[in-house]
């Protein structure tokens, strides 16, 4: 079945450091691929997406692009700040249930801390 | 626009007690889902709810797990009787179509 495998957290930087969170994948067909952010006591936002092969999703400064040949959809931020702690979260959606849902398939998470 | 609003936001109750959790969808959206969330893990889906017509609950633990969506809007998940290892965030989720926006989470604590 599908599955995701991001990398192991949690991962302290200080602000201003690059960000990488890797991402890879395993599906059948051709999956959508998503990162979500779950901030302290709040529910999982959208933070990007990519639909297809070599499709760059960005948003806040965030980016990830869909690498089929890898299957990877490893997230980036060149200059992270404090209110970008979070934990973040990979997802694929390879299944259509219908009525125009996708079924997602999350990874466990990765931690993320930012320090002044 | 209001979220997904979800209550309680936390409950703590002894093992074999019930527990039930509340969804309201944003307004419109047909479908719903449930997700259980263990620490340290990703959402996992529980149920998935087409207006009132649950059409995708092979994850949910019949046995004392069990989900409503009367009249197609809000959602009540249900546990009777809760064991030690139903401790984890409970998510509910609602889309139109394609993007699927999460309730903050009812966080429950068996002891």
């Known amino acids: 079945g599908d599955s995701v495998t991001q990398m192991e957290g949690p991962v302290t930087l200080s602000e201003e450091a690059f960000l990488t969170i890797n991402c890879t994948y395993t599906?059948?067909?051709?999956?959508?691929l998503f990162w979500y952010v779950q901030y302290p006591g709040e529910g999982l936002q959208l933070l990007l997406k990519a639909t297809k092969a070599d499709d760059k999703g960005s948003n806040k400064g965030f980016e990830a692009t869909y690498r089929k040949e890898t299957t990877s959809f490893h997230l980036e931020k060149g200059s992270v700040q404090v209110s970008d702690s979070a934990v973040y979260f990979c997802?694929?959606?390879?299944?259509?249930?219908?009525?125009?849902?996708?079924?997602?398939?999350f990874g466990k998470g990765t931690k993320l801390s930012v320090i002044p | 626009e209001a979220g997904v609003v979800q209550s309680p936001r936390y409950k703590i109750i002894e093992k074999k007690q019930p527990v039930a959790f509340w969804c309201n969808p944003i307004?419109?959206?047909?479908?719903l889902y449930w997700y259980r969330q263990n620490l340290g893990q990703g959402p996992e889906l529980l149920i998935r709810?087409?207006?009132?017509?649950?059409?995708?609950d092979s994850q949910l633990p019949k046995d004392r797990f069990s989900a409503e969506r009367l009249k197609g809007v809000d959602s009540t998940l249900k546990i009777q009787p809760a064991e030690l290892g139903d401790s984890a965030v409970y998510l509910c989720a609602s889309t139109l179509a394609g993007e699927q926006f999460f309730g903050p989470g009812t966080r429950l604590t068996v002891l």
């Open positions: 599906a059948t067909g051709y999956p959508s």
């Open positions: 709810y087409e207006n009132e017509e649950a059409v995708d």
């Open positions: 307004s419109g959206h047909n479908t």
């Open positions: 997802a694929l959606s390879g299944s259509y249930s219908g009525a125009g849902s996708y079924q997602l398939t």
